[in-house]
C-alpha cells in the first residue's frame, strides 16, 4: 500500500528542492556574473582607449590602421555597445543572485524560526 501524501507536504517538498538547487547553483552564478563584469570592463576601457584616447587625446592617428578611419571607428564602436551590453546582462545577474541568495536565507531564517515556535525535531530543515 502507498502511503498518499497531503498536496500540501508535496508543495513544500517541491519548494525544499527548489531552494536547494537555487543554493546550489548561487555561488557558480556569482562567480560567473564577476568574471563577465570583469571581461566587458576590460574589453569596453580598452575600446575607449582605443576611440579617444589614442587618436585624440594623444594625437597619434595612425599606426599599422588609420585610427580615425569612419569604418573602424563604426565597427569599435559596435564593439563598444556589446561589450557595454555584456557589461549590463552581467551586472544584472550579479544583483540578482545576490539578492535571490538573500532572500533564501531570509527565508531559512524564518523556516528555522517557525520550526522553533511548532516545536518541531527539525526533520527536513536546512
Known sequence: MTEERHPGVMAIETYEEFLQ?????GS?????SGVTILVALLLAAT???QLLVVPFLLGV????V?????TLIAFESGLLI????WLYVGVRDYQFMTKLARQIREIRSVQSDLV????GSGEGSA
Open 21 to 25: 538547487r537555487v543554493e546550489a547553483v
Open 28 to 32: 557558480k552564478m556569482r562567480v560567473l
Open 47 to 49: 575600446y575607449v582607449s
Open 61 to 64: 592617428t595612425t599606426q599599422t
Open 66 to 70: 588609420n585610427l580615425v578611419d569612419p
Open 82 to 85: 556589446l561589450a557595454l551590453v
Open 116 to 119: 522553533k515556535r511548532i516545536g
